[in-house]
């Protein structure tokens, strides 16, 4: 591809830059290719580094508070720099709370077209409890807004499409992808003896490990398991062989690549739907055969029993863990046929042709 005039695109998100998740792995992993492309990038979080670090503290509301004050503060004088870049790319929203005053801006006042990405159901009421007192100023309402003004929309899988195309014509799949050659570039190394099944994500999703808890706690009587968790806060459930490590950005990857077994559990709910699967994915590029609810996009990422495993019932999720406890090769055959569908359709060279079409 040509390098680019120079031209300038500047993404608004609300965390800061190398944070959450979301944005790692939606856009912040895209900017070097960005600027390999020519392109001049500017990340402009809602929050600082600063007032993040609260946010997901029990109490703290008045900090909190100010958090906000001073983001929306700044969020006024990002308005003002609106015309100088080429390319507005807004992931999820502009401000974390209230109605989508800036994205109005944006489209309507300073008649600028924008990309707007996002890779859950946030149309939807979801919200920790350590904020429930901000839950009621979320605005949910504003996100088929922001679709129906953005220039064109990008989600993470089909059920978020669907949403999407009742607003916007103009819409996108780009799935949550992995970067093989720079992040997840470790492989695990199965073992007969201990064998650790783990998981990871953040306190706001642990609400599914307990659908976990009786099939660990049979399997632990007779077998030697452990139940790795990788989170910012450690699980309220009971368990002999549970393992707590607390997540850090610095070790995250040699931390997942010490698991042997990786499960993602989920309800069936509409949030679930709009869930992009990236649990799963993340153990299927290190090797790791996951074990995934057959809910939202799951089924679309996993062929059952040849590059991961899908769980209907309940009872299916014993049946499952032990075959694989019991089994070292399926562990490394599955493990390698999900590390191959990683590369092929979920990694970050696969995608990065299709990202980069957004801004032409």
């Given at each position: 591809?040509?390098?680019?005039?120079?031209?300038?695109?500047?993404?608004?998100?609300?965390?800061?830059?190398?944070?959450?998740?979301?944005?790692?792995?939606r856009f912040e992993q895209y900017i070097p290719a960005l600027k390999e492309a020519g392109f001049e990038i500017e990340v402009n979080p809602f929050l600082s580094a600063k007032d993040w670090a609260p946010l997901y503290k029990e109490g703290s509301f008045a900090r909190k508070g100010w958090s906000m004050v001073r983001s929306f503060i700044r969020r006024w004088g990002l308005m003002t720099k609106i015309r100088r870049f080429d390319y507005i790319f807004i992931h999820r929203?502009?401000?974390?709370?209230?109605?989508?005053?800036?994205?109005?801006?944006?489209?309507?006042v300073l008649r600028k077209k924008y990309i707007y990405d996002f890779d859950d159901a946030i149309w939807l009421p979801n919200y920790s409890q350590s904020n429930a007192k901000f839950h009621r100023l979320k605005a949910y309402g504003k996100v088929k807004k922001i679709i129906r003004w953005a220039d064109s929309v990008v989600v993470g899988n089909s059920?978020?499409?669907?949403?999407?195309?009742?607003?916007?014509?103009?819409?996108?799949?780009?799935?949550t992808t992995i970067d093989l050659e720079n992040v997840h570039n470790l492989v695990t190394k199965h073992q007969e003896d201990v064998?650790?099944?783990?998981?990871?994500?953040s306190h706001t999703t642990m609400e599914y490990l307990p659908l976990?808890?009786?099939?660990?706690?049979?399997?632990?009587?007779?077998?030697?398991?452990?139940?790795?968790?990788?989170?910012?806060?450690p699980p309220e459930i009971e368990?002999?062989?549970?393992?707590?490590?607390?997540w850090d950005k610095d070790?995250?990857?040699?931390?997942?690549?010490?698991i042997h077994i990786g499960v993602m559990p989920l309800k069936d709910s509409i949030w679930a739907k709009g869930k992009c699967g990236f649990k799963g994915l993340q153990y299927m590029s290190l090797e790791i055969p996951s074990v995934m609810s057959a809910v939202g996009v799951n089924p679309?990422?996993?062929?059952?029993?040849?590059?991961?495993?899908l769980i209907e019932k309940e009872e299916d999720w014993r049946h499952v863990l032990l075959q694989l406890i019991q089994d070292i090769e399926l562990r490394k055959k599955i493990g390698k046929a999900g590390h191959q569908t990683v590369k092929d359709r979920y990694s970050v060279a696969a995608n990065t042709p299709k990202y980069l079409a957004l801004f032409q």
């Amino acid at each position: 591809m040509q390098k680019s005039m120079s031209k300038r695109i500047l993404f608004i998100a609300p965390y800061p830059n190398a944070q959450a998740p979301s944005q790692r792995f939606r856009f912040e992993q895209y900017i070097p290719a960005l600027k390999e492309a020519g392109f001049e990038i500017e990340v402009n979080p809602f929050l600082s580094a600063k007032d993040w670090a609260p946010l997901y503290k029990e109490g703290s509301f008045a900090r909190k508070g100010w958090s906000m004050v001073r983001s929306f503060i700044r969020r006024w004088g990002l308005m003002t720099k609106i015309r100088r870049f080429d390319y507005i790319f807004i992931h999820r929203e502009a401000s974390m709370i209230g109605p989508p005053v800036f994205e109005f801006i944006i489209a309507k006042v300073l008649r600028k077209k924008y990309i707007y990405d996002f890779d859950d159901a946030i149309w939807l009421p979801n919200y920790s409890q350590s904020n429930a007192k901000f839950h009621r100023l979320k605005a949910y309402g504003k996100v088929k807004k922001i679709i129906r003004w953005a220039d064109s929309v990008v989600v993470g899988n089909s059920f978020l499409a669907e949403y999407a195309s009742k607003y916007n014509d103009n819409v996108q799949i780009i799935p949550t992808t992995i970067d093989l050659e720079n992040v997840h570039n470790l492989v695990t190394k199965h073992q007969e003896d201990v064998i650790r099944i783990g998981w990871t994500g953040s306190h706001t999703t642990m609400e599914y490990l307990p659908l976990l808890v009786p099939t660990l706690k049979e399997l632990e009587q007779n077998h030697p398991i452990k139940f790795r968790v990788i989170s910012n806060h450690p699980p309220e459930i009971e368990l002999d062989c549970l393992e707590y490590v607390k997540w850090d950005k610095d070790s995250e990857i040699e931390d997942l690549a010490a698991i042997h077994i990786g499960v993602m559990p989920l309800k069936d709910s509409i949030w679930a739907k709009g869930k992009c699967g990236f649990k799963g994915l993340q153990y299927m590029s290190l090797e790791i055969p996951s074990v995934m609810s057959a809910v939202g996009v799951n089924p679309e990422i996993v062929e059952n029993g040849e590059n991961g495993f899908l769980i209907e019932k309940e009872e299916d999720w014993r049946h499952v863990l032990l075959q694989l406890i019991q089994d070292i090769e399926l562990r490394k055959k599955i493990g390698k046929a999900g590390h191959q569908t990683v590369k092929d359709r979920y990694s970050v060279a696969a995608n990065t042709p299709k990202y980069l079409a957004l801004f032409q």
